[in-house]
């Protein structure tokens, strides 16, 4: 039987086929070192688990309402004003199954076949696979490292057309950590402003950041840009809850209704229990994220050290999320490879260590390097790229 023609458009995940990979090669018994994971390697805090396991026995285990119970939209609500002094009703609030959830339904209720959203390169790998799902377009716009891969305003402007619809805005970035100033932001969001396209503000690691820079939501900035924008953000990594798939998306009542119903149909809606970790995330003191931020921040300062000492591998310093996304195409002509994805695979099988090639994320003179494993680790792993890259190098 001949399969839907959207899904044919999709291309494979290069972060699942390298840990793919990575596992297959544990498996065999080799000692694998993996800097592919996209999640902190954190526990839960306990009183989140806790709080999850209370609601169950206490018979919190049926459906709720589709866009998410009252409670966690109230503390949802609360934060928001709390960190962004952002307004926001419960009709404004839709809880998702994770952050990607929320995204995929809005580009679902937002997009019309063949309109446009503007996606910055280097980017996470599901935004222009979600946008195909939605039978949309997208505009992918080369931000250049020499500007610390952040887009600018005469880019935006250039890559607009009568098909627009939003442009997707990622502060911290994945995979490059890079945050924009609420300068950048204004003057991006004036453009918006002026062509009437959504602005689309994943914030999901607005929790790690490392630099004096504060994180910005550009919804902050001023009302139109509030009105303009709709805010993805969720509690996977700021609390290290991943696997609880809570996310959510805030922004105009009449989109957030859309998504609602979707949602209605599709997922009837969050899980019930996950909801209350959630609420409970949100209402309880923060310490536990204070202390993964300060491990990040550590492991930043260190890899990014180890790495850019590295013969031909330069990188530009993030100031958020937990990935390095150097530039090793350098390193890559010096060992004699035809391409960085050819030289990743074979560092995977001589050294044992696991990275995402850059061109799953647009950007193919790059890798990802995530450092949310231990410091031990991230030493050893620095120590074999090298040795890789001198023993390898003509």
């Known amino acids: 039987m001949e399969l839907a023609k959207r899904v044919k458009t999709l291309t494979p995940s290069s972060t699942l086929a390298i840990t793919a990979k990575a596992k297959e090669l544990r498996q065999a018994g080799h000692d694998v070192i993996g800097l592919g994971a996209g999640e902190p390697d954190f526990n839960t805090p306990t009183h989140i688990i806790e709080a999850a396991t209370k609601a169950m026995n206490e018979g919190f285990t049926k459906y709720t309402p589709s866009g998410g119970t009252v409670e966690l939209k109230e503390a949802i609500k609360n934060k928001m004003k709390k960190d962004q002094n952002l307004d926001y009703s419960h009709e404004e609030i839709i809880v998702t199954i994770g952050a990607k959830h929320a995204l995929y339904t809005l580009f679902q209720v937002l997009l019309n076949p063949g309109e446009e959203v503007i996606v910055p390169a280097p980017y996470w790998v599901s935004y222009p696979e979600q946008v195909k799902l939605a039978e949309g377009t997208p505009i992918f716009v080369g931000a250049l490292e020499e500007n ?119 997922t009837s809606n969050p899980t019930s229990m996950a909801q209350v970790a959630a609420e409970v995330a949100y209402n309880s003191p923060q310490d536990e994220v204070v202390v993964m931020k300060e491990a990040f921040k550590e492991r930043l300062m260190k890899l990014y050290q180890w790495i850019t000492n590295i013969p031909g591998i330069t990188c530009v310093k993030p100031k958020g999320a937990f990935y390095l996304f150097p530039n090793v195409s350098e390193a890559v002509k010096l060992n004699g490879f035809d391409n960085v994805d050819d030289w990743v695979t074979a560092l995977l099988e001589e050294e044992k260590v696991a990275l995402v090639p850059g061109s799953g994320f647009g950007a193919p003179d790059n890798v990802r390097l995530s450092y949310a494993i231990s410091l031990d680790q991230l030493e050893e792993a620095a120590v074999r790229i090298e040795r890789f890259v001198k023993n390898h190098t003509k």
């Open 148 to 266: 610390d891969f952040k887009l600018t305003p005469a880019q935006l402007e250039e890559s607009i057309t009568d098909k627009t619809k939003a442009v997707i805005i990622n502060s911290p970035s994945n995979p490059t950590g890079v945050m924009y100033t609420k300068d950048e932001l204004e003057a991006l969001g004036e453009i918006c402003l002026k062509h009437n396209i959504l602005i689309v503000s994943d914030e999901i690691y607005e929790k790690l950041t490392y630099s004096e820079t504060p994180h910005i939501s550009i919804a902050e900035i001023s009302q139109k840009l509030k009105e303009q924008t709709i805010i993805i953000n969720g509690v996977s990594k700021s609390h290290s809850m991943t696997g609880w798939r809570i996310g959510y998306a805030i922004g105009k009542k009449e989109i957030i209704k859309a998504m609602t119903n979707l949602a209605s149909h599709s």
